[in-house]
């Protein structure tokens, strides 16, 4: 008998543990999950409503000041919608798992006007000609008899970036590409210092190479707008962009040729569109300076 009882209590307790087993297992909840929204990184037109919605009951939050307005549904914790500043920048979204706020997604997303032409370059394909950064320490001289004088980084012989601010915008330029996650797989430079520092400090992550083409005054200047377009139309379509870094201040634009590349102040890049089989490449508008800088804090 009393063996008969030991059995009887012994399977009373495994059916116990099975069954907190089981209502342990029903009650847990499954890993948080973002199934209607934005990607890491995403690239958002300003003031745009943009619909949010993950699995389980979260709590939202947006950590910037002055970053638009996110409001969760009346009906449940798991939808809001986010509103985009009208201010360019960059903003972080936090979604917290309400039953345990260690559990949380985060959303890095870039908010700007250009999201259209950025979510483009993204793809490649295009070439951003830049116009070297600022730069008026020094001044160019033309008639000066050092061998290859505009190779120089001396102020008195060649014009230079200005320090910090060239420098600065030129190493901001490469933090935003790096942030906008737009790749880059070709540089080149004009030959002078200006230049080529211009893309070192942008850092993208290839090697520079130098055409003569690019380089202001001691070539063909003649032609050098239309050796820089044509320059631009040899370069082969992939998945990545190619930079340059070059002049304006040309003394012949050809008639047929669009004016962009002699418009550009210090920073700004040409952004054209590479097309297939030979055609002329799209000119599709000017990339100033502030609208990449501008978003690196």
């Not at 009951?57 to 947006?62: R, Y």
């Not at 500043?85 to 706020?101: F, H, S």
């Not at 055409?211 to 005054?217: D, G, M, V």
């Not at 634009?253 to 030979?278: E, H, T």
Request: with cysteine; aromatic share 8%; charged share 15%.
């Amino acid at each position: 008998m009393y063996n008969y009882l030991r059995y009887f209590f012994v399977l009373i307790a495994i059916v116990a543990i099975l069954s907190i087993g089981s209502c342990k297992k029903e009650d847990t909840l499954p890993p948080l999950t973002l199934t209607t929204g934005l990607a890491d990184s995403s690239i958002v037109n300003i003031d745009t409503a943009i619909q949010l919605a993950v699995n389980i009951p979260v709590i939202w939050k947006l950590t910037q000041a002055n970053s638009g307005t996110l409001t969760p549904s009346a009906a449940d914790a798991k939808t809001a919608i986010f509103r985009t500043p009208k201010t360019a920048g960059v903003y972080t979204l936090r979604i917290l798992n309400q039953a345990d706020t260690t559990e949380k997604i985060i959303r890095t997303i870039v908010v700007t006007p250009l999201s259209g032409l950025f979510n483009n370059l993204r793809g490649g394909g295009y070439v951003l000609s830049f116009r070297h950064g600022l730069a008026s320490t020094g001044a160019d001289q033309l008639n000066s008899s050092v061998p290859n004088w505009w190779k120089s980084c001396e102020s008195t012989i060649a014009r230079q970036l200005d320090s910090p601010a060239g420098r600065t915008q030129s190493e901001k330029t490469g933090k935003a590409l790096k942030l906008l996650k737009i790749p880059i797989g070709k540089a080149i430079s004009s030959e002078f210092c200006r230049c080529l520092q211009t893309l070192q400090l942008m850092n993208l992550g290839v090697n520079i190479e130098t055409s003569k083409f690019l380089t202001y005054y001691v070539y063909d200047e003649a032609n050098r707008y239309a050796n820089t377009f044509n320059l631009v139309k040899e370069q082969v379509i992939s998945k990545q962009n190619t930079v340059f870094s070059t002049h304006v201040g040309f003394s012949i634009v050809p008639l047929n040729l669009n004016r962009i590349l002699a418009n550009l102040n210090m920073g700004d890049a040409a952004i054209f569109k590479l097309n297939p089989n030979g055609a002329e490449p799209t000119v599709v508008q000017i990339l100033a300076s502030a609208d990449l800088t501008g978003l690196i804090n």
